[in-house]
Nanobody, 125 residues
Framework: QMRLVESGGGLVQAGASLRLSCVAS????????WGWFRQAPGKEREFVAA????????YEADSVKGRFTISREDSKNTVYLQMESLKPEDTAVYYC??????????????????WGQGTQVTVSS
């Protein structure tokens, strides 16, 4: 069973940057594609960004495009989410998740089999 642990969240002011990390235990990290989702209070979990199992393809939600960047470092079994120019509306619990490499619907939470416990990001105005 793969275990995912996120870190890097915190309380920042609008305009600041944060980098979230997600470390995966177990084998076969390279065989998975990865995604980040977030959930704000009273709202549904929403797609933020995804990276293919090869690392060659990345996808971002329109709300974060140009500000957030997803990347993976296979040698460290780690996925990152670099967040720039943070806004108060980015406040949420952020989750990383793993999906099978042939799952094409990267923006659907149901495509992902493994989830971390989440890390809180709070952006003050």
């Amino acid at each position: 069973q793969m275990r995912l642990v996120e870190s890097g969240g915190g309380l920042v002011q609008a305009g600041a940057s944060l980098r979230l990390s997600c470390v995966a235990s177990g084998q076969f990290f390279r065989a998975y594609a990865w995604g980040w989702f977030r959930q704000a209070p009273g709202k549904e979990r929403e797609f933020v960004a995804a990276v293919s199992w090869t690392g060659r393809d990345t996808y971002e939600a329109d709300s974060v495009k140009g500000r957030f960047t997803i990347s993976r470092e296979d040698s460290k079994n780690t996925v990152y989410l670099q967040m720039e120019s943070l806004k108060p509306e980015d406040t949420a619990v952020y989750y990383c998740a793993a999906r099978g490499r042939y799952e094409s619907e990267y923006y659907l939470a149901t495509s992902y089999n493994h989830w971390g416990q989440g890390t809180q990001v709070t952006v003050s105005s």
